[in-house]
T-cell receptor, first 110, second 112 residues
Framework: RKEVEQDPGPFNVPEGATVAFNCTYS??????FFWYRQDCRKEPKLLMS???SGNEDGRFTAQLNRASQYISLLIRDSKLSDSATYLC???????????FGTGTRLKVLA | NAGVMQNPRHLVRRRGQEARLRCSPM?????VYWYRQLPEEGLKFMVY????????ESGMPKERFSAEFPKEGPSILRIQQVVRGDSAAYFC??????????FGPGTRLTVL
């Protein structure tokens, strides 16, 4: 089983739609969680950290469910510019090493 | 404040040659990480370094690959005797302790 698993998609959604991605992780010792965004052939960029209490940044909401070992990302009112690959990232307690999922591809259609 | 810098951005090598990839972390960042991304795949951890120390190299292939982060100058990822399977994007990231990574633009290595 992979340490971090994501549905690769693609998710094709119309502009203005709400879309949600889930990511599961296998190691219950995981401590830090992030969503990164990667545009085609570019470097990953931090979208948001994910906290136990959940957090929101504008149209983006991230949730963590430790009991079921998954994190989620919700995007409201999708924009064309949201088209990208969204990477789920997990870091284990005591290490600075990040484990990346393979990403979920989102395409927002006009 | 300049971000993480990597050079070259594109590197072409023939089989058997050496590839040297350089990474300058963000100012004030003491931690450097190297990741490799194969086409249509996720980022795979290679090595984590601090100045003059390799902290975790569990993702480095046992042969041909080495990394350093000297007291002065950039971090270097060195691949000796490259093979076609080494063709990939190599990303460097840096951070302060406990903070999220910032990535450089990557070096795309093509082995002919």
């Amino acid at each position: 089983r992979k340490e971090v698993e994501q549905d690769p998609g693609p998710f094709n959604v119309p502009e203005g739609a709400t879309v949600a991605f889930n990511c599961t992780y296998s190691n219950s010792a995981s401590q830090s969680f992030f969503w990164y965004r990667q545009d085609c052939r570019k470097e990953p960029k931090l979208l948001m950290s994910v906290y136990s209490s959940g957090n929101e940044d504008g149209r983006f909401t991230a949730q963590l469910n430790r009991a079921s070992q998954y994190i989620s990302l919700l995007i409201r009112d999708s924009k064309l510019s949201d088209s990208a690959t969204y990477l789920c990232v997990v870091s284990f307690s005591g290490t600075y090493k990040y484990i990346f999922g393979t990403g979920t591809r989102l395409k927002v259609l006009a | 404040n300049a971000g993480v810098m990597q050079n070259p951005r594109h590197l072409v090598r023939r089989r058997g040659q050496e590839a040297r990839l350089r990474c300058s972390p963000m100012k004030g960042h003491s931690h450097v990480y190297w990741y490799r991304q194969l086409p249509e795949e996720g980022l795979k951890f290679m090595v984590y370094l601090q100045k003059e120390n390799i902290i975790d190299e569990s993702g480095m292939p046992k042969e041909r690959f080495s990394a350093e982060f000297p007291k002065e100058g950039p971090s270097i990822l060195r691949i000796q005797q490259v093979v076609r399977g080494d063709s990939a994007a190599y990303f460097c990231a840096s951070s302060t302790p406990g903070a999220p990574y910032s990535f450089g633009p990557g070096t795309r290595l093509t082995v002919l």
